[in-house]
């Protein structure tokens, strides 16, 4: 193990922990908690008021939450609000860095990246999204050419949708997969899944379409981000049957996850990991997905799931249809292997680890750690 480092994580701003609009980012937030503490590690973690406490010192800050990033045009400058609590976290992370080995940004906006020269501790940059806007690409670019080792992404595709992509190291993602309950048959109506925002990024509209010419039903799980877009989905579901479990903490979704036949997933934009995919194999159930983003990182076709092309949704439904024939045991045990809190943790370990020593940067050529 490396040196025990004393760890301040700044969170998205663009909502508490545990509300569910902060996405992929809490779950990232609290797997990387967990994981450096149970490696020795001293962790504390800064986000929007109203955060969910997760046995860690959790530091709560008070301010108008910013807009997420999804949806805008490439040339949009997001502006934060008056009393903006992106403002205030960075101001409490400005006022107690010093107090710590390194700072962990999570947030996905320009003022973190702009600033963290200002500061006399490191600021490591684990990125949560591909290239969005200019002003980001600007902002992730201008630290890539100064310090590339202090950068991290989760996957590869997400990388490469970024210039100077080869100089960014890739840590994965990680979850409690043994939080996650196994099973080893699926609900007897073959009934598959959908995990995510509801928001039209996340590609609802061709799972529903997917899952109707499968002759599935459809379960829903996620955060009801864009109703009018979700009751569109539901209205045009004339073949599917769609039934909304709702948004629900991470132990309820991964207790009934497992009743799956398969989850689908079909993104519209590069999604830079996938942790639904992984709490899925962990429940045992496989993944049909695009070959778009991070999950063709994380599912091994024909082994774990299938991959087809992007945006084809006939051979989703296809891959729905085979996703029965696979090893369920196969499935948990790649999560357990490559996608466990413990698993990811090393890999962040070693990049932290990378970042806080001087000479440190010099052994990253832009690999995955372990991954």
Known sequence: MTRPLRVLVMSTPVGAIGSGTGGGVEVTV????AGLVARGHHVEVVAPEGSVAFGVPL??????VQASMQLVDRSTVVEAPDGSVLANMWAFVRTHHHKFDVVLNLAYDELPFRCASFLDRPVAHLVSMGSLTDAMDDAIGSVLASSPASIAMHSRAQADTFKAAAAVTIVGGGIDVGSCRFVEAPHPDGRVGFVGRLSREKGLRDVVAASALAGRPLHVWGYLQDEDEFAAVCAAADDARVTYRGFVDPETLRSELGECAALVMAPKWVEAFGNVAVEALACGVPVVAYRRGGPGEIVVDGETGYLVEADDVAALAAGIERAGGLSRAA???????HHSIGAFAARVEAWLDGVVRADGRADFSGTPLSF
């Open 30 to 33: 609290r797997g990387i908690a």
């Open 59 to 64: 530091h709560a800050v008070e301010g108008k």
């Open 331 to 337: 499935c948990r045990g790649s999560a357990s292997e």
